[in-house]
């Protein structure tokens, strides 16, 4: 069991934060004592999020963001270095997502836009952070997907992004060794989030409501729990479901197994 004053007084920088995931995260990291800077695009619902974790009786900052363009990742870093006077854990959780056959899509600049958020957003965070967790022997979270290792239909941009960003995190950790930067990457499977409801559908519009059967996911507070405990242990990776662990080594030995798998959990909504 790890001790909850492990994270007393680090500095952490959360993307994402207005909602979700990153609001459940800010939560429980501000109940275990970390100082925190939040970002996202929603600035009114950031500082309600900020009035929820100052209530924990910590340091709490925002800072209106959005990761797809390289000067707020940029503005970001900045603003946390002066609140917080250094970082020790970069959290990248903003992300977003599709839902649509790919055949279907009548534009394809959503592969553009998830990029940008899902892979960009997280190499420029992180480029312009990496002197500070440096400084610290800091750590870097990326939230990716099970999808980051496997195919999965209607989700073709999603997967491809969240493939990148962990290529990109593997990659960075290999360069890092021997630095004192750690990078965790945290793969959940379908979590109960507003992500699905803003999910671009094959008009390029949001489709404003879940296509999932919301009953079966799980919540962002445990997805929070979670990650909670990959960044209190350092982890290198954290599958967040059982069937995420299990398909990720049946791939290599059933592929077409696994395809079938991800077809009928997406046919049945999970």
Not at 57 to 69: C, E, L, N, R
Not at 175 to 186: D, F, M, P, Q, W
């Amino acid at each position: 069991m790890t001790d909850r004053r492990q994270l007393e007084g680090k500095r952490i920088v959360i993307t994402g934060a207005s909602a979700g995931i990153g609001e459940a995260l800010a939560l429980a990291l501000a109940s275990r004592g970390a100082r925190l800077v939040l970002a996202a695009r929603d600035t009114v619902r950031l500082r309600e999020v900020a009035d929820a974790c100052v209530k924990a009786g910590v340091q709490v900052a925002i800072q209106t963001t959005d990761v797809s363009k390289p000067g707020d990742c940029r503005l970001l870093v900045e603003h946390a270095l002066t609140e917080l006077g250094g970082l020790d854990v970069l959290v990248n959780n903003a992300g977003s997502t599709m839902w649509s056959r790919f055949d279907a899509l009548s534009d394809l600049s959503i592969f553009d836009e998830l990029l940008k958020v899902n892979y960009l957003g997280a190499v420029h965070l992180t480029g312009h952070a990496l002197p500070a967790l440096k400084a610290s022997r800091g750590l870097i979270v990326t939230v990716a997907s099970v999808a980051a290792f496997t195919g999965v239909p209607e989700r073709t941009a999603y997967a491809a992004s969240k493939h990148a960003v962990v290529g990109f995190m593997e990659s960075l950790r290999i360069e890092l060794a021997g630095s004192g930067v750690g990078v965790t990457i945290v793969a959940p499977d379908f979590v109960l989030s507003e992500t699905h409801k803003r999910a671009i559908g094959p008009d390029g519009k949001p489709l404003g409501a879940s296509p999932m059967q919301t009953s079966r996911l799980m919540t962002a507070a445990q997805c929070a729990a979670h990650i909670v405990n990959a960044i209190e242990r350092r982890k290198r990776l954290a599958i967040l479901s059982a069937r995420g662990r299990i398909g990720r080594w049946l791939k290599l030995i059933a592929p077409g197994l696994i395809d079938r798998i991800a077809a009928r959990a997406i046919r049945r909504r999970y």
